[in-house]
């Protein structure tokens, strides 16, 4: 049985990796400005800005978290503290994702209950916002009619994808439970048991500000974490490219391991098989029991009883160490790398004039968005979002490039390319389909050599008193096969099921015939939505294979 239980959490790493620390954000519309001289309400608000950038650098102290973390805002971009929150994490050098309930043009455009959500100049500011440095994606996150429930959904979404809270409100207006208001994102944030700060602000008769922090930190709230193969520090820079080469690596490593051991549990007891029969037909067949044959058999019995031996300490060590599960872990784990590898930033290779030209290449600024459509591991989640924030980031100086660039350079790099150490994805099935289908066309015909051989053997060995009685040794070899081979015939069927080769095989077909019938839709793709639709499907397909093989490896019995 697995070490432990399949819904237990794995554990976890201690090592300072980078990771993604998701700061959602929800603040009160009215600061309590109006009425004020223009200068001075900008006064004030600065302020705001100078105070919430200061409380998001001491994120580590106050949470008191490694420096690998770094955080990441979310939040709207209303008018009123949403605008303060965007201004500080500029202020901060903090990285922000912004989601809409509505498409840009009809948010800022969109109308209250008294009026316009934005007048000119505040408009004009939000467009400044938008377009901020810092400010990595804008994601429009509900498709409702209804004005309200859009509001509802989007801060719900915040507030499902942040690890800790900030909430920005004047002092004394902490009350009441306004529909889509700050108080209800504030007590869903509690009731979730997430770490909330929870700020207050207040402006004395000098114009000073005030500033209360009140912090709300439950003793089971979950910050990101990786799973503990990670021993390693993954740094921010060339995350992608350090995870794809340590996960590889392990994953490699691991494989061989289970593989070499697997066969050590099955020959084992094949062997021992063999010697217990040959002590049998050797004691049954002479019946001279000499002290040279008697010390044969214990001979052969003494060497059953350590490949016996050998066999189970083998299997037990396979089925009570964690290496089958960070196995599955590390090889999942590099896939995830190579696809959000494949559409960042690198190296392409083109052909110019007949040769081969490396050049480098900025990157498809997109939202990954294959690694949380799949149901990915719980303890992925940190690392999926990570590498997700990192990509935006890379690769948002590419924003508006030629997408029939990105479509050729994807054929190219993750479906065509025949590099030997990163071949694309159809060479690659091509060549794994060649291997799976001769291992399992070898197992079938061992299998079937073997059965015929114990099936001639038994047959052979039932006709012998119609024809000798003095063929005592010949009897002994055909009873040794008789019980034999059956036993090999099995011991290589269960190789190749442990190997999952004819599982694999069929799998590696219908991948393979999928990519080959995308990549002719990829090229002929006419508009930039089609092609980012076939290329999510692309993704989505080779890691649902990872995946699914993840699955059964993770919480398999082998061997």
């Known amino acids: 049985m697995s070490s432990h239980a399949e819904n237990e959490s794995p554990p976890l790493s201690n090592a300072p990796h980078a990771l993604a620390l998701h700061v959602g954000f929800a603040g009160a519309r009215d600061l309590g400005f109006q009425g004020l001289p223009e200068a001075m309400a900008d006064a004030r608000f600065q302020m705001l800005v100078d105070q919430l950038a200061e409380t998001l650098r001491g994120l580590h102290q106050r949470l008191g978290l490694h420096a690998g973390y770094f955080p990441v805002g979310l939040s709207q971009l209303a008018i009123g503290a949403d605008s303060v929150f965007a201004d500080a994490c500029g202020k901060a050098g903090v990285l922000q994702r912004v989601l809409l309930p509505q498409p840009r043009d009809g948010f800022l455009d969109g109308m209250g209950s008294t009026g316009p959500d934005f007048d000119a100049r505040q408009k004009k500011a939000a467009i400044d916002r938008f377009e901020a440095p810092h400010v990595i994606q804008e994601w429009v996150v509900s498709n409702s009619a209804d004005r309200r429930t859009r509001f509802r959904e989007c801060s719900f979404e915040i507030l499902r994808l942040s690890d800790v809270v900030i909430t920005l409100q004047p002092k004394g207006t902490a009350t009441g439970n306004k529909p ?236 065509d390319t025949e590099e030997a150490q990163n071949p694309g994805q159809i060479p690659y099935f091509t060549e794994e389909l060649r291997i799976a289908k001769e291992v399992v066309i070898r197992s079938h015909r061992t299998f079937n050599g073997a059965v015929a051989t114990a099936i001639l053997a038994t047959a052979i060995k039932l006709a012998l008193p119609l024809f000798a009685t003095k063929l005592s040794p010949l009897a002994a070899v055909l009873s040794w096969l008789a019980i034999v081979m059956p036993v090999l015939a099995v011991a290589v069927m269960s190789i190749s099921a442990n190997l999952d080769k004819e599982a694999r095989a069929n799998t590696y077909a219908d991948v393979l015939e999928f990519l080959k019938q995308q990549r002719t839709l990829l090229l002929n793709a006419e508009t930039e939505p089609e092609f980012l639709r076939l290329q999510a499907e692309c993704e989505i397909k080779l890691l649902s294979e990872t995946l699914h093989w993840y699955y059964r490896r993770r919480f398999a019995n082998p061997a």
């Open 180 to 415: 889509g208001g700050t108080n209800e994102f504030l007590a869903a944030a509690l009731r979730h048991r997430k770490i909330v700060l929870e700020c207050e602000f207040a402006f004395d008769a000098s114009g000073e500000l005030q500033w209360w922090v009140t912090e709300h930190k439950p003793k089971d709230a979950v910050l990101p974490q990786l799973p503990a193969l990670f021993d390693q520090p993954l740094p921010r820079a060339g995350f992608a490219q350090h995870l794809k080469t340590f996960a590889s690596r392990r994953a490699g490593e691991l494989k061989r391991s289970f593989e070499r051991r697997m066969r050590v549990v099955i020959w084992a007891h094949v062997g021992a098989t063999a010697l217990a029969s040959a002590a049998l037909a050797l004691s049954s067949a002479l019946p001279d029991k000499s002290p040279p044959l008697l010390l044969t058999v214990s001979v052969l019995l003494v060497a059953e009883l350590l490949l016996l031996a050998w066999g189970w300490w083998t299997h037990r060590t396979l089925h009570h160490d964690e290496n089958t599960h960070q196995w599955a872990t590390a090889r999942l784990a590099a896939e995830i790398a190579r696809s959000a590898q494949t559409l960042g930033p690198g190296i392409d290779i083109v052909e110019l004039g007949g040769q081969k030209i490396e050049q480098s290449f900025a990157g498809q600024h997109t939202y990954l968005k294959a690694l949380f459509d799949l149901p990915m591991p719980a303890d992925f989640r940190a690392l999926t979002r990570t590498l997700n924030v990192l990509h935006l980031e890379a690769t948002l100086p590419n924003k508006g490039v030629d997408w029939t660039a990105l479509r050729d350079r994807y054929v190219r790099q993750r479906l």
